[in-house]
């Protein structure tokens, strides 16, 4: 019996050892990194590819890159980051060639955009969206708007401070979340005469409504997004500028806990301006998209339409 429990306390030891020891590695190691890799691509530059870019770039870029205090988009501290995942600040974006991307290639750029990886091969964590559903079109455009003479990203030698990332964020970089593999064919927009498949599209690549619109960050299904855990149904756990918790909305057209009793009309003008058809405001990190369209709208509310309605309460809705 003594030697059964000598036997059991070296097991125990030595599987505290190897936790102790792999814990310590993910802590000193740090977020991953790669091999650098990049495509060789140089966008042609147009006044529409500009506009669409800074359209595009309004709706996904700002929120996190824009400082108050430059009023450009070098970076900022983000509040609104889950606590868990460390002290998160934004990168400088502006052209500054030290600072920011000035020295990058459109290559580079489109890359990271897709992959997460930097040109060095620094693994950019889950916090920072990876858009690979997004078209070539709209991510060039991007690059397009970010090449362009706009205030918010002339050069800024404004320099944020370094992420802090968890011990969470560092481990699940270790274990989960990779690098994603870069598109091997064009990725070409549906027709946006095609209302669904068009409204499908702004829903799953290009604005990722149902990143914040589903149950959670860490069961989003990136690369097939409507396989998400209780996709468009809300719930996901996001905050405030307070640090206050906001359950996300169910927007699926479910009667009675879902959006189902919203004319298009209605949720045309919640997207627009951000009230409900009760006059009640929208909640934050939920934000006005005054760039889109009308008809873009419609089109994800004829989208959100096929869906199948989930039943799903969400506090304070």
């Not at 079109?137 to 968890?166: C, G, H, W, Y």
């Not at 990725?187 to 290009?206: C, F, H, M, R, W």
Request: charged share 25%; glycine share 6%.
């Amino acid at each position: 019996m003594k030697k059964l429990l000598k036997i059991l306390l070296y097991l125990v030891g030595a599987i505290l050892l190897l936790i102790i020891g792999f814990a310590s590695f993910v802590h000193f190691r740090g977020i991953p990194t790669y091999e650098a890799a990049t495509i060789d691509k140089k966008v042609e530059i147009t006044p529409e590819r500009i506009e669409k870019g800074r359209k595009i770039a309004a709706m996904q870029c700002v929120m996190c890159h824009r400082d108050p205090t430059t009023k450009k988009l070098t970076g900022r501290l983000l509040q609104d980051a889950p606590e868990e995942f460390g002290e998160i600040w934004s990168a400088n974006i502006t052209q500054h060639k030290t600072a920011g991307i000035g020295n990058w290639t459109d290559g580079e750029l489109i890359y990271l955009l897709r992959t997460g990886l930097k040109p060095d091969g620094t693994y950019l964590p889950p916090w920072m969206p990876k858009f690979v559903h997004m078209s070539d079109e709209d991510m060039e455009s991007i690059i397009a708007f970010l090449r362009s003479d706009n205030f918010i990203v002339q050069p800024s030698s404004a320099k944020p401070p370094a992420t802090k990332p968890s011990f969470l964020s560092k481990f699940l970089c270790v274990v989960a979340f990779k690098p994603f593999e870069y598109p091997k064919e064009p990725i070409i927009a549906p027709d946006s005469a095609n209302t669904i498949e068009y409204g499908k599209y702004l829903v799953n690549g290009q604005l990722e409504c149902y990143g914040c619109h589903s149950a959670d960050f860490k069961t989003n299904n990136i690369l097939e997004p409507e396989l998400s855990v209780d996709y468009m149904a809300g719930g996901n756990p996001m905050l405030n500028m307070e640090r206050e918790v906001v359950p996300t909305a169910n927007i699926t057209m479910d009667k009675e806990t879902g959006i189902g009793n919203w004319t298009r009309e209605e949720f045309v003008k919640a997207v627009k301006t951000g009230t409900r058809p009760n006059g009640e405001p929208m909640r934050y990190p939920m934000v006005p998209y005054v760039q889109l369209e009308e008809w873009e709208i419609e089109a994800i509310y004829a989208y959100i339409q096929t869906i199948p309605p989930v039943k799903k309460k969400i506090a304070s809705n």
